[in-house]
C-alpha cells in the first residue's frame, strides 16, 4: 500500500487542521492505521491508531481528547482532526499502516512522506 499525507500548515495555538492520509491500492480496509510525528531534535513518537474496521482508536496522552483519528476505507483515507494545537505539536506527521495493530512504530511497514505541520505561539 502506498500513502500520500497532506492537510499541514502554519496555525496558531490553539487552531484546529485536519491532515488526511490517502491510501493506494484495493487492501487499505485490511489495514491499521497510525499517525506519528517527529519534532526537530527528538525522535519519532507515535500519535494516534485506528483498527482497520475503524471500531477502536488510541491516543498518546499528549493528544487525547484534542486529537481524533478516523477512516473512510470506502475512500481509502485517514484522516487526523487536530484541535487545540499548541507550539509543541509542531512536528512532521506521517501516516503508516500496519497488519498487526498497536502504537510501536516496527509494527508498521508502510509509511507516507509526512506533511509539516508548525503551531505558532
Known amino acids: 500500500v502506498q500513502l500520500q499525507a497532506s492537510g499541514g500548515g502554519l496555525v496558531q495555538a490553539g487552531g484546529s487542521l485536519r491532515l488526511s492520509c490517502a491510501a493506494s491500492?484495493?487492501?487499505?480496509?485490511?489495514?491499521?492505521m497510525g499517525w506519528f510525528r517527529q519534532a526537530p531534535g527528538k525522535e519519532r513518537e507515535f500519535v494516534a491508531s485506528v483498527r482497520a474496521n475503524g471500531l477502536a482508536t488510541y491516543y498518546a496522552d499528549s493528544v487525547k481528547g484534542r486529537f481524533t483519528i478516523s477512516r473512510g476505507n470506502a475512500k481509502n483515507t485517514v484522516y487526523l482532526q487536530m484541535n487545540s494545537l499548541k507550539p509543541e505539536d509542531t512536528a512532521v506527521y506521517c501516516c503508516?499502516?500496519?497488519?498487526?495493530?498497536?502504537?510501536?512504530?516496527?509494527?508498521?511497514?508502510?509509511w507516507g512522506q509526512g506533511t509539516q505541520v508548525t503551531v505558532s505561539s
Open positions: 503508516a499502516a500496519s497488519l498487526s495493530y498497536g502504537t510501536d512504530e516496527r509494527l508498521y511497514g508502510y
Open positions: 491500492g484495493r487492501t487499505f480496509s485490511s489495514y491499521h
